[in-house]
């Protein structure tokens, strides 16, 4: 069993940083890919990050150049860094986990097993 809570989200206008953080439960974190999802109010669930474990990374051509993913498998954490961002990306972020090889994961929502319960970004223009 896997759990993920998520932290970082807030307030920020345009052009500004945030920094999420999905801290997760269990002792096998490095065997899971990870990925962060948003969802805008009316709007589907979309991919923005993913990052394998090997360190492959693969990134939503929206926050291309952005966003960076990264992990710290001491610290059983994954995190979103989001610069410059937009009032575009105003969303409610999750982050997801799954242990299946990628080819069977693939990028989508509906591939992740394990969910967080998502922590809010707003940005204002």
């Known amino acids: 069993q896997v759990q993920l809570v998520e932290s970082g989200g807030g307030s920020v206008q345009a052009g500004g940083s945030l920094r999420l953080s999905c801290a997760v439960s269990?002792?096998?974190?490095?065997?899971?890919?990870m990925g962060w999802f948003r969802q805008a109010p009316g709007k589907e669930r979309e991919g923005v990050a993913h990052?394998?474990?090997?360190?492959?990374?693969t990134y939503a051509d929206s926050v291309k150049g952005r966003f960076t993913i990264s992990k710290d498998n001491a610290k059983n954490t994954l995190y979103l860094q989001m610069n410059s961002l937009k009032p575009e990306d105003t969303a409610m972020y999750s982050c997801?986990?799954?242990?299946?090889?990628?080819?069977?994961?693939?990028?989508?929502?509906?591939?992740?097993?394990?969910w967080g319960q998502g922590t809010q970004v707003t940005v204002s223009s």
């Open positions: 269990g002792n096998t974190y490095s065997s899971y890919h």
């Open positions: 990052i394998d474990t090997d360190g492959t990374t």
């Open positions: 997801a986990a799954d242990r299946r090889p990628r080819y069977r994961l693939g990028y989508g929502p509906s591939g992740y097993y394990y």
